[in-house]
C-alpha cells in the first residue's frame, strides 16, 4: 500500500490547522533540497535573492478583468466564498509559494495573444486563440466546491464551459485514453519557474483519464464572479475538476493533448508517495502527515477561522461521478 499513515498519530485534529499543513507542504521541498536552509525562502528579504522582488507592493495592479456573457447558474444553498477571498488566497507556485504571492507577482502577466492547442490522438486538432476562449463555446456558471489537498475548500462561481464540449471538437481517436496538460512555461513573465522555486519541474502538468475528462462535471473556466479570470487565478483559462484536490485543476493552460498512456503530473512526480494521480477528493484517505477528514471552508471569517466541516467523499459529487471508479481500490490509486 503506497500510503503512509505513521508520522500524523502525534498530531491531533485541532492542531492540524491548514497554516501547519502548508508549512508541512512546503517542508517536504525542503527537505528534498529544493529550498534550504539558505535557500530562497530564508533570504526572501536580501537583495537580489528574492525572484518576486521586482514588483514593489504599491504599485497598482495593471491587470483589468472585464465582465463576461454567460448562462447564471440555477440558485444554490453553498455559501459563496467572497470574490476578494477567491483572488488573493491562492495556490500558483509559477508566481509564488505563500498563498499571497500570486495576486502580489501576477499582476503584469501578459495573456494576449494566447494560444491552447488542442492535439494528440484527435482527428482533428485546433488551436484557440485569445478570443476565441471566450467566443468559441456559449458560456455558462458553475457554483463548485474547490477543496485544496492542504485541507482548506471554498465556493467559487466559475464561468466557462465543459471540457467535454472542446474535447468532442476535436474528435479523438480510438486511441485517446488520457488527456494531458500544460500550464504556460515563460520564465519572463513566472518568476518561479527561473529558480525550481517550489521544486516543480516546469511547466506544470496534469492529467485526467479520457472518462473524467468526457464526465459534464470537468470545466474549463475563462471567469469568476461575473468576469474574465484575474492572473493569480489561472488567466485566462484554467482547469476545474470539483471532486478532485485542488491541485488537478490546472491554471493557464496553453496545451490539451490526447494521448494513449497515462501522462506525469507535476505534484505526483514531486512527492508520489504523498500525491497521487488520481486524487479524488477521499475522506478515508490521509494524505500521509495529515488527516483529509475535515476541511476549513473559507467563507467571510478570518483566513485562519475556524470553519471546520466534514469532508466528503468526492468532494461532495459522488452522484455524478462515483461510476468512474466502480470496482477500484481507491487507497492504492489515491
Ligand atoms: N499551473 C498551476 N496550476 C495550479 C497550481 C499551481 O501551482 N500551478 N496550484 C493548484 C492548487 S494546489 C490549487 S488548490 C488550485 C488553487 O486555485 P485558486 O488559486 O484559483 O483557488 O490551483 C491549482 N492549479
Ligand atoms: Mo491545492
Given at each position: 500500500m503506497l500510503i503512509?499513515?505513521?508520522?500524523?498519530?502525534?498530531?491531533?485534529e485541532a492542531q492540524v490547522t491548514d497554516e501547519s499543513i502548508y508549512h508541512q507542504r512546503r517542508d517536504v521541498i525542503k527537505k528534498m533540497?529544493?529550498?534550504?536552509?539558505?535557500?530562497?525562502?530564508?533570504?526572501?528579504?536580501?537583495?537580489?535573492a528574492n525572484p518576486f522582488s521586482f514588483f514593489s507592493k504599491e504599485e497598482k495592479p495593471l491587470f483589468e478583468t472585464k465582465p463576461l456573457d454567460f448562462k447564471a447558474a440555477v440558485l444554490?444553498?453553498?455559501?459563496?466564498?467572497?470574490?476578494?477571498?477567491?483572488?488573493?488566497h491562492n495556490n500558483f507556485y509559477e508566481f509564488g509559494t505563500k498563498k499571497s504571492d500570486p495576486?502580489?507577482?501576477?499582476?503584469?502577466?501578459?495573456?494576449?495573444?494566447w494560444q491552447l492547442k488542442i492535439h494528440g490522438e484527435v482527428n482533428k486538432p485546433f488551436t484557440l486563440n485569445y478570443d476565441d476562449l471566450y467566443k468559441q463555446f456559449?458560456?455558462?456558471?458553475?457554483?463548485?466546491?474547490?477543496?485544496?489537498?492542504?485541507?482548506?475548500?471554498?465556493?467559487?462561481?466559475w464561468l466557462g464551459f465543459s471540457l467535454a464540449k472542446l474535447i468532442k471538437q476535436a474528435d479523438p481517436t480510438s486511441d485517446a485514453k488520457y488527456v494531458a496538460f500544460e500550464t504556460l512555461h515563460d520564465k519572463e513573465q513566472m518568476p518561479g519557474q527561473r529558480s525550481r522555486f517550489g521544486g516543480i519541474n516546469y511547466p506544470y502538468v496534469e492529467?485526467?483519464?479520457?472518462?473524467?475528462?468526457?464526465?459534464?462535471?470537468?470545466?474549463?473556466a475563462v471567469g469568476l464572479y461575473g468576469k474574465t479570470l484575474p492572473p493569480q487565478n489561472g488567466a485566462p483559462?484554467?482547469?476545474?475538476?470539483?471532486?478532485?484536490?485542488?491541485?488537478?485543476?490546472?491554471?493557464?493552460?496553453?496545451?490539451?493533448?490526447?494521448?494513449?498512456?497515462?501522462?506525469?503530473?507535476?505534484?505526483?512526480?514531486?512527492?508520489?508517495?504523498?500525491?497521487?494521480?488520481?486524487?479524488?477528493?477521499?475522506?478515508?484517505?490521509?494524505?500521509?502527515?495529515?488527516?483529509?477528514?475535515s476541511e476549513r471552508r473559507i467563507?467571510?471569517?478570518?483566513?485562519?477561522?475556524?470553519?471546520?466541516?466534514?469532508?466528503?467523499?468526492?468532494?461532495g459529487y459522488g452522484k455524478d461521478v462515483a461510476h468512474l471508479y466502480k470496482g477500484m481500490n481507491l487507497k492504492k490509486y489515491f
Open positions: 503512509k499513515n505513521k508520522g500524523i498519530n502525534h498530531l491531533t533540497g529544493f529550498i534550504g536552509a539558505g535557500g530562497l525562502l530564508a533570504s526572501s528579504n536580501a537583495a537580489n444554490d444553498e453553498q455559501k459563496r466564498t467572497p470574490e476578494a477571498k477567491v483572488i488573493s495576486v502580489e507577482n501576477a499582476q503584469h502577466f501578459q495573456v494576449k495573444p456559449a458560456l455558462e456558471e458553475r457554483i463548485y466546491r474547490l477543496r485544496c489537498v492542504e485541507a482548506w475548500s471554498m465556493v467559487i462561481p492529467g485526467l483519464r479520457i472518462d473524467e475528462a468526457m464526465n459534464p462535471l470537468s470545466f474549463l483559462i484554467r482547469l476545474v475538476v470539483p471532486w478532485k484536490y485542488g491541485f488537478k485543476s490546472i491554471k493557464s493552460i496553453v496545451s490539451i493533448k490526447l494521448v494513449k498512456h497515462q501522462p506525469p503530473t507535476s505534484w505526483n512526480q514531486l512527492a508520489p508517495q504523498e500525491y497521487g494521480f488520481y486524487a479524488n477528493v477521499n475522506p478515508d484517505v490521509s494524505h500521509p502527515r495529515w488527516s483529509q477528514a467563507t467571510s471569517g478570518g483566513l485562519f477561522d475556524r470553519n471546520r466541516i466534514t469532508t466528503l467523499p468526492f468532494n
